[in-house]
T-cell receptor, first 116, second 113 residues
Framework: DAGVIQSPRHEVTEMGQEVTLRCKPI?????LFWYRQTMMRGLELLIYFNNNVPIDDSGMPEDRFSAKMPNASFSTLKIQPSEPRDSAVYFC??????????????FGPGTRLTVL | QKEVEQNSGPLSVPEGAIASLNCTYS??????FFWYRQYSGKSPELIMS????GDKEDGRFTAQLNKASQYVSLLIRDSQPSDSATYLC?????????????FGTGTRLKVLA
């Protein structure tokens, strides 16, 4: 398996522009997570999906952020309009459900977003 | 109070020594506990998971969980320079009908050759 795939790996944009990050989870995994990592705040969970349905979006910072999962093999995280404080590394992770919970999460390589 | 707390470090240990990493968590309905390793510029990868009180060993790594005291630790025996990384503690809570997965900010470990 190729693992979790994210694109683009790097994104530089100007304030006010729309940014779309993409993720392909590992085949067979029924959970998908979006995280943001910064030096100041560490790794923060933004939203997660189970079987393509958003379960908990309490970590989404504000209405400028939105996430979708139209099918089991694809998810997007959109920021519109983007702001310099959105600059961070965004990770997508996937896992499958086990008796103890969501079990091991497998992370993608991340997208480094810079908003000028 | 943060839900998952770790000392940011850096924790410096000589090669061959035991590195001890600690994590405390708030009093919630905690289900599962995880240690991830993250090399600089890379994504987190799972090292150990532990679900019940006590010790769990995997090679040079031992995870220890004490739910009464609300802490989980990771011991790395015979530390190697390649172990130098940031170690993230993650706790999975079940609350209000959903799972919440919360990471600590990580402890940076430096193993000195």
């Amino acid at each position: 398996d190729a693992g979790v795939i994210q694109s683009p790996r790097h994104e530089v944009t100007e304030m006010g522009q729309e940014v779309t990050l993409r993720c392909k989870p590992i085949s067979g995994h029924d959970y998908l997570f979006w995280y943001r990592q910064t030096m100041m705040r560490g790794l923060e969970l933004l939203i997660y999906f189970n079987n393509n349905v958003p379960i908990d979006d309490s970590g989404m910072p504000e209405d400028r952020f939105s996430a979708k999962m139209p099918n089991a093999s694809f998810s997007t995280l959109k920021i519109q309009p983007s702001e310099p404080r959105d600059s961070a590394v965004y990770f997508c992770a996937s896992s499958f459900f086990s008796a103890g919970g969501t079990d091991t999460q497998y992370f993608g390589p991340g997208t480094r977003l810079t908003v000028l | 109070q943060k839900e998952v707390e770790q000392n940011s470090g850096p924790l410096s240990v000589p090669e061959g020594a035991i590195a001890s990493l600690n994590c405390t968590y708030s009093d919630r309905v905690s289900q599962s506990f995880f240690w991830y390793r993250q090399y600089s510029g890379k994504s987190p990868e799972l090292i150990m998971s532990i679900y019940s009180n006590g010790d769990k060993e995997d090679g040079r790594f031992t995870a220890q969980l004490n739910k009464a005291s609300q802490y989980v630790s990771l011991l790395i025996r015979d530390s190697q320079p390649s172990d130098s990384a940031t170690y993230l503690c993650a706790v999975e809570f079940f609350t209000s009908g959903t799972y919440k997965y919360i990471f600590g900010t990580g402890t940076r470990l430096k193993v000195l050759a």
